[in-house]
């Protein structure tokens, strides 16, 4: 399985941006696909999450109500839309995928993702 993330750059605060990671390898419905962020000197985390069929989704409170995933299972491909981006959204941005079968919940520890992407970047500035 091969992910690759893309749409990362330099925004100001309250703008918009739109990451994507595209998915191959294997058959789009078989996998739950998250978000997860790195900032410098930080530990990586969970940002966001989509269940394999999309019939759930999940968010970091830091990003809940800012943030929203989704996926175009036509595309293989899952989109992480954020708005009001804050300085501490800055981050490297991974996707990641594992076929997780339940589609009524979205897992949120990093173990339990086997595929990743080589993560994407963005710097938010004040």
């Known amino acids: 399985v091969q992910l690759q993330a893309f749409g990362g750059g330099s925004v100001q605060a309250w703008a918009s941006l739109r990451l994507s990671c595209g998915v191959s390898g294997r058959t789009f419905s078989e996998l739950a696909v998250s978000w997860f962020r790195q900032a410098p000197g930080k530990e990586r985390e969970f940002v966001a999450g989509i269940s394999r069929l999309g019939g759930t989704d999940g968010y970091a409170d830091s990003v809940k109500g800012r943030f929203t995933i989704s996926r175009d299972n036509a595309h293989n491909t899952v989109h992480l839309r954020m708005n009001n981006l804050k300085p501490e959204d800055t981050a490297v941005y991974y996707c990641?995928?594992?076929?997780?079968?339940?589609?009524?919940?979205?897992?949120?520890?990093?173990?339990?993702?086997?595929?990743w992407g080589q993560g994407t970047e963005f710097t938010v500035s004040s």
């Open positions: 990641a995928a594992n076929t997780i079968w339940e589609d009524t919940l979205v897992v949120v520890t990093i173990t339990s993702y086997i595929y």
